[in-house]
């Protein structure tokens, strides 16, 4: 383009957006001009803890503090619940929005709402802003005021007279319930999480101390040399800030990152006061990794309480639950194996025609935990309980004790949750009048003796498998070892290495994602909106808003006869 | 060009300007129509309770069929179409109860029959009103034949496929609607 032809339409390109801006203004509704003002509309007849928790409840629930559905419209005339959807689907719980599916769901918490945005480095403060002299950058919207907010959420239209886009939801709300629901938007992301400062974001990761040096080695060898690999670079970006790909958002973004490790000590039931005495010390804006090789309900239970973020501990045995937030896991574990197997039986055959059952388990929360997910996933079903046997601490599956419990039970199915050790009792089963048909076991409990299953037994064992095919596996794993440097055991059976290496590709994505809105919210509300990942050991990670177990597989395997016995695929690796 | 042109041109879009914004501001911006011939997979889904649905018997069966693609975690498109398919059966009069809703899930592996039948009731689904998961595999393989892939559900888009009973045809709309405008699009293909 000549100068000339550029000049005329950079003319054009002025008169438009000047044409458009008047009258796009002319036709939206005025909103009621008032001075901004930094205290909230006063909640009348309530205490501020007490409006924040209504307030809460329309912002994550959508329930009015009467009890009733928020009502509003959305895409100009569908009358909605909030019970369908509230704020926190689009806007997120830590209020700092969402893009999807070419939708931009811009942020609503506290801070943001107090503050002018602009079309240009919209993730600015005003005072940098002011240093990089921009403060005459076009305002896409000066900061909102209790009344603008209140006129926005009831008619669509912002203070700068743009009425937003039609699927942000036009609210039906009394004065007092929106001053309940403004009095939690100002507080909502308000200041900066601890853990998180000016140069330096950090982490910390829990070890306790039954855990082997073998073991602590294979999570903090590829941690550290993540730490340190970032670290190094950051000494060139400073926090200066780096160019994201879509642009400019990430100015002022970039941070070092430091790790601790908090050992604790002794019994579990103490874990939560150490924690605590960890937390007051060294403020740390997230857990990331962990190890325990017991039940990891009490370090969830600390986060929880706590509002602190956990990212993707290496454990089998984590709290199953719908509604807790603040710990990632990778799977459901155990429970996940118990849960295949119940899907897997359900997928065969009508439940209610599928015979007697029988779980046989060893003593403890291994063997807890998949008896559970068995159950439950059964019950859900439709399926008739099993008959459930619990072996003593320490007991043996032993070939009379099998034959004893099948001839009272008289199973068609036995999920034999135990170890190797059970084996000889599996190959005396084999061929004998009124056996099961089918017998399951746990290759996690297995472990390594998983391919010494006998002969004989091979064809009437299925295996829970909640891995990627190890035939497939290796090609994925390679790709971890960018982060092994100093190993000399690169791919142990725990699989240590190779998951605290997909932790830390989930984190760097976190990392960047986040921004530089350092609330813990924020930071578990950027994990969850990832796109899949192929990563070592389980076939997919997947994430969305409220979902906390990224692996939702689990093959249903059987091992090839011979001597060197191969797991053969025997299900899809998500069976519904 | 020369200068007269180029003013010229300057006003027109300027008059446009002034019209776009008042009217745009009204109303969704319009959905993207079209008529598209769709050749349906041959695959076998899993419905809310856990029943195994054959697709192609579903979709082809002669009765009037709606069909979008969801997810049960979404956090915005979907609750927006899922919004529009309650509203629609709120609206249905008595003699036009047997529309069937399709809403095929594009997690499969997050949505599970229970995460799908929360899904409905948080929309106060009525029956007639299906949400479909099924193996990746045949999941892909059908968003691919609605042409309708996409390889991150966080990238997914809205679209809404209406089957023409007469032809066989689909009346694929790219976009969110309005209540109005998709009760105008499902009596204009006769499916109220």
């Known amino acids: ?576 | 060009m020369t200068r007269r042109t180029w003013n010229l041109a300057g006003l027109l879009l300027g008059l446009w300007s002034m019209v776009a914004p008042g009217l745009l501001a009204q109303a969704p911006a319009p959905t993207k129509r079209s008529i598209e011939t769709y050749t349906v997979p041959e695959v076998t889904l899993v419905n809310q309770n856990g029943a195994k649905v054959n697709l192609k018997a579903v979709l082809e069966s002669g009765e009037p069929v709606i069909l979008d693609f969801i997810f049960g975690t979404c956090t915005t498109i979907c609750p927006v179409l899922s919004a529009g398919y309650a509203n629609l059966q709120a609206k249905l009069p008595v003699e036009s109860a047997k529309v069937h809703l399709i809403s095929v899930s594009i997690d499969p592996e997050n949505d599970t029959p229970k995460v799908m039948r929360d899904y409905l009731k948080r929309y106060r689904a009525k029956p007639g009103w299906d949400f479909l998961t099924g193996r990746r595999e045949d999941i892909d393989k059908v968003m691919r034949a609605f042409g309708a892939y996409i390889p991150n559900k966080m990238a997914h888009y809205p679209l809404t496929l209406i089957r023409d009973r007469k032809t066989g045809k689909w009346i694929r709309l790219f976009g969110l609607m309005s209540s109005s405008e998709f009760i105008e699009e499902c009596r204009k293909d006769e499916v109220l």
């Open chain 1, 1 to 576: 383009m000549s100068p000339r032809v550029l000049l005329r339409f950079r003319t054009l390109r002025c008169w438009t957006l000047g044409l458009c801006l008047l009258v796009t203004a002319a036709f939206a509704t005025p909103p009621p001009q008032s001075k901004v003002t930094d205290k909230p509309i006063k909640v009348s007849g309530l205490s501020s803890d007490k409006a924040l928790a209504l307030g809460e409840r329309m912002y994550r629930e959508g329930i009015l503090p009467s009890g009733e559905p928020m009502q509003a419209v959305v895409s100009t005339d569908i009358p909605v619940v909030g019970t369908s959807f509230s704020c926190m689907s689009c806007h997120l719980r830590g209020g700092l929005g969402s893009w999807e599916g070419g939708i931009v769901t811009l942020p609503t918490n506290g801070a943001k709402l107090a503050q002018a945005r602009y079309w240009k480095f919209p993730n600015l403060s005003p005072e940098e802003r002011q240093s990089m002299s921009l403060k005459v950058a076009p305002q896409a919207r000066p900061a909102y005021t209790d009344e603008t907010l209140a006129h926005m959420l009831r008619t669509g239209v912002d203070p700068s007279r743009r009425e937003l886009h039609y699927v942000m939801p036009r609210y039906d709300l009394s004065d007092q319930d929106m001053a309940i629901l403004i009095h939690y938007l100002r507080s909502l992301s308000m200041d900066l999480s601890p853990g998180a400062d000016a140069t330096t974001i950090r982490f910390a990761t829990v070890i306790t101390d039954e855990v082997s040096p073998e073991d602590q080695r294979d999570m903090l060898v590829p941690m550290n040399n993540y730490i340190n690999l970032h670290n190094q670079l950051s000494k060139g970006f400073g926090t200066r800030g780096y160019y994201s790909v879509d642009g400019d958002e990430m100015i002022g973004a970039y941070r070092r990152l430091s790790l601790s490790v908090w050992k604790l000590h002794g019994a579990p039931g103490t874990w939560a006061v150490q924690l605590q005495a960890y937390l007051d010390k060294d403020p740390v804006l997230a857990l990331v990794g962990g190890l325990t090789y017991g039940d990891w309900k009490p370090i969830h239970t600390f986060c929880e309480t706590r509002k602190l973020p956990c990212l993707l501990p290496l454990t089998e045995l984590p709290v199953v639950s719908d509604s807790d937030w603040y710990t990632q896991y990778f799977s459901k574990g155990y429970y996940q194996e118990g849960q295949a197997a119940a899907r897997f039986l359900h997928q065969k055959g009508d439940p209610a025609s599928s015979g007697r059952i029988l779980t046989i388990s060893q003593d403890g929360a291994e063997g807890a935990a998949l008896a559970r997910g068995f159950r439950e996933t059964w019950s859900e079903l439709g399926g008739e309980a099993a008959v459930e046997v619990q072996l003593e601490k320490g007991e043996v599956l032993s070939p009379s004790r099998l034959q004893a419990i099948l001839q009272k039970e008289k199973p068609v199915t036995v999920l034999c949750w135990t170890g190797g050790s059970s084996f000889q009792a599996l190959d005396a089963l084999a061929g004998r009048d009124g056996q099961p048909q089918v017998v399951f076991m746990s290759s996690r409990l297995l472990g390594s003796k998983v391919y010494d299953l006998p002969e004989k037994a091979r064809g009437f064992t299925w295996l829970t498998y909640p891995y990627r095919d190890p035939k497939e596996e290796p090609n994925v794993s390679k790709y971890a070892e960018t982060l092994m440097a100093g190993m000399k055991e690169r791919h142990s059976p725990s699989r240590i290495a190779t998951r605290t290496f997909s932790m830390i590709q989930v984190l760097k994505q976190g990392l960047m994602d986040m921004n530089r809105f350092f609330y813990r919210d924020n930071f578990m509300d950027r994990i969850s909106m990832q796109r899949d990942q192929v990563l070592p050991d389980y076939l997919r990670l997947s994430f969305g808003p409220g979902q906390r177990y990224a692996s939702k597989g689990c093959y249903i395997m059987q091992l090839s006869p011979g001597p060197k016995g191969e797991l053969m695929r025997m299900s899809e690796w998500v069976i519904h």
